[in-house]
């Protein structure tokens, strides 16, 4: 099966730092990824949606400034989050699909990303 | 907007015995629905996806059912064993939403021995 490799899986910053999450697919062209966020007994929800060479698309209530979102290349994408604070401390997923298996709903998730802000 | 909701939020059973977790979405316009399982601080694995013109799909011990005009799906899990153990989320995918999952709230399980 298709491998996501998402890079680090646990981070620690001081409030005001910016964190750097990526999300790779290791052994097919990603069209299109999607990042996650998870609260603590929650359920994921869906922060943007990201398609190779395109800005990607937020999910209403997300702020685009605050998670920037780069897609530069179809086996990769990035996701910052800027001026960190300890509410933003979550779990971050990402997932990968391409276009012929969006199209039945496969989605290939990576591990996920503790992000813990102090 | 779909709302999708699983009871139990936690279960605990012991070794061996069959079990249903069950899965509710609001908005019977599904694409289809998937069944994934999360194990504690990592990502999830797809166990199930049914598509909408589908009543249930199986694999091996996992049997997953849907019935799009009550709103419901359930995932049986034959003679649990404790590897069993994970949270289970429920997914489902509105049609005209370009393949966005909208997640339930998880089920927690527990097998013990």
């Known amino acids: 099966g298709a491998v996501v490799s998402q890079h680090p899986s646990r981070v620690i910053c001081k409030s005001g730092t910016s964190v750097k999450i990526e999300c790779r697919s290791l052994?097919?062209?990603?069209?299109?990824m999607f990042w996650y966020r998870q609260f603590p007994k929650k359920s994921l929800m869906l922060m943007a949606t990201?398609?190779?060479?395109?800005?990607?698309?937020?999910e209403q209530g997300v702020e685009k400034d605050k998670f920037l979102i780069n897609h530069a290349s179809l086996t990769l994408s990035t996701l910052t989050v800027t001026s960190a604070h300890p509410e933003d401390s979550s779990f971050y997923i990402c997932?990968?699909?391409?276009?012929?298996?969006?199209?039945?709903?496969?989605?290939?998730f990576g591990a996920g990303t503790r992000l813990s802000v102090l | 907007k779909q709302e999708v909701t699983q009871i139990p939020a936690a279960l605990s059973v012991p070794e061996g015995e069959n079990l249903v977790l069950n899965c509710s979405f609001t908005?019977?316009?599904?694409?289809?629905l998937q069944w994934f399982r999360q194990d504690p601080g990592k990502g999830l694995t797809s166990l199930l996806l049914?598509?909408?013109?589908?009543r249930e799909q199986t694999s091996g011990r996992l049997n997953a059912s849907l019935d799009k005009s009550s709103g419901r799906s359930t995932l049986y899990i034959a003679a649990s064993q404790p590897g069993d153990s994970a949270t289970y989320l429920c997914?489902?995918?509105?049609?005209?939403?370009?393949?966005?999952?909208?997640f339930g709230t998880g089920t927690r399980l527990q097998v013990t021995l």
């Open positions: 997932s990968a699909s391409l276009s012929a298996l969006l199209a039945k709903n496969i989605q290939y």
């Open positions: 052994d097919f062209q990603a069209t299109t």
């Open positions: 990201s398609n190779e060479g395109s800005k990607a698309t937020y």
């Open positions: 908005d019977s316009a599904i694409y289809n």
């Open positions: 049914i598509q909408s013109s589908q």
């Open positions: 997914a489902a995918v509105n049609t005209g939403t370009a393949s966005k999952l909208t």
